[in-house]
C-alpha cells in the first residue's frame, strides 16, 4: 500500500501534474521546467525528487544536462496504470493546453544564454 500512496501523493500536487504533462512531450532539464512553470529552482527540483521517489520519472545525465523523462512502469505498476490514463487526461484543461503550446519555444541554449548575459 505504501507504494500506491506514493504514487497518489506525488501526483496530487497542480505543478507535479504540469512536469507530468510536459515530460510526456518531450524529455525536459530543470532549467526549461522552471521556466515553463515560472517557479524557483529548487521547487521544481524538490518536485522532481517526489514524482522520481514514486517512480513517475526518471532522469540522465547527459554532460551538463540532467534530462528528465517519464518512467517507463517497471518501478511501480501504479505509476504505469496512473500515467497511462494520464495521458489521456487533462488535455483540453486551459493551463496544461497552455503550457503544451509553450514547449516548443522553451529551449535550455536560449534560458542559460538570458541567465548568463
Known sequence: MKDFIRVM??????S????????????MCVCELQDAL?????SVSK????????????????????NY???DGTRSPYASTLLGNLRH?????????????????IRREDICCKRVA
Not at 16 to 27: A, D, N, P, Y
Open 9 to 14: 501523493k506525488a501526483l496530487a500536487e497542480p
Open 16 to 27: 507535479r501534474v504540469k512536469i507530468v504533462k510536459m515530460l510526456q512531450r518531450k524529455s
Open 38 to 42: 515560472g517557479i524557483a529552482q529548487s
Open 47 to 66: 518536485h522532481l525528487k517526489i514524482l522520481e521517489d514514486a517512480g513517475v520519472v526518471d532522469h540522465e545525465k547527459d554532460g551538463l544536462w540532467v
Open 69 to 71: 523523462y517519464l518512467a
Open 89 to 105: 487526461w487533462l488535455e483540453e484543461d486551459p493551463e496544461v493546453r497552455e503550457l503544451v503550446e509553450r514547449l516548443p519555444g
